[in-house]
């Protein structure tokens, strides 16, 4: 038999709220799913049915070592997106389909700073964070962000950004200079 292991929407490191409805999808889930697969003796092959423009981070590396290391053929078929996460997970598998109008890829990590200080000042509004630890209020939305922790910020993205990249590269068995130079620069192919 084969097992099917839907991945679609967004996806999240835990099951709950945030996917319970909303068409998304948890690490959690997909792992329980794999693991009752892998230990299932009437399951010959397991079927990764991908449609997810990504999500958060967390969680998606230890779900994409778990596929890597199946003891069972993995196929990923996107259909009709596998980007970001969706292709940082769909990677892992033995093999990946796609349909015609498909696109997978986006690999590349980002994340936002919201500076609200002048449109707070705008409306009279002024905001005192009470904090303990030199770092704890770093980036908040409060004030402009700092250069060094700006540069905090940049490094824990590129770090996962290396992580996705060297991922792709084992997953897909491509030299991790490819996958950086190539399909690694953040867009869908």
């Not at 936002?112 to 005192?128: F, L, N, Q, Y």
């Amino acid at each position: 038999g084969i097992a099917v292991i839907p991945l679609f929407g967004t996806i999240v490191q835990r099951a709950g709220m945030m996917t319970q409805g909303c068409g998304g999808t948890s690490c959690q889930q997909v792992d329980l799913a794999l693991q009752a697969a892998l230990k299932d003796d009437t399951i010959g092959q397991i079927l990764i049915d991908v449609d997810s423009p990504g999500g958060s981070v967390y969680g998606v590396e230890e779900l994409a070592d778990q596929i890597h290391r199946a003891t069972k053929p993995v196929v990923a078929c996107v259909n009709s997106l596998a980007a970001s996460a969706g292709y940082w997970l769909a990677s892992q598998a033995s093999e990946i389909y796609i349909t015609p109008g498909g696109e997978a890829g986006s690999i590349g990590v980002w994340m936002a700073h919201e500076d609200w200080s002048a449109a707070m000042e705008k409306r009279g509004i002024r905001t005192t964070l009470i904090s303990a630890g030199k770092h704890k209020v770093e980036g908040n939305p409060y004030e402009p962000l700092p250069a060094d922790a700006k540069a905090f910020l940049q490094s824990r993205t590129e770090d996962y950004y290396n992580a996705f990249v060297k991922a792709v590269a084992r997953g897909r068995g491509v030299p991790v200079a490819d996958v950086g130079k190539g399909m690694g620069q953040g867009r869908v192919l």
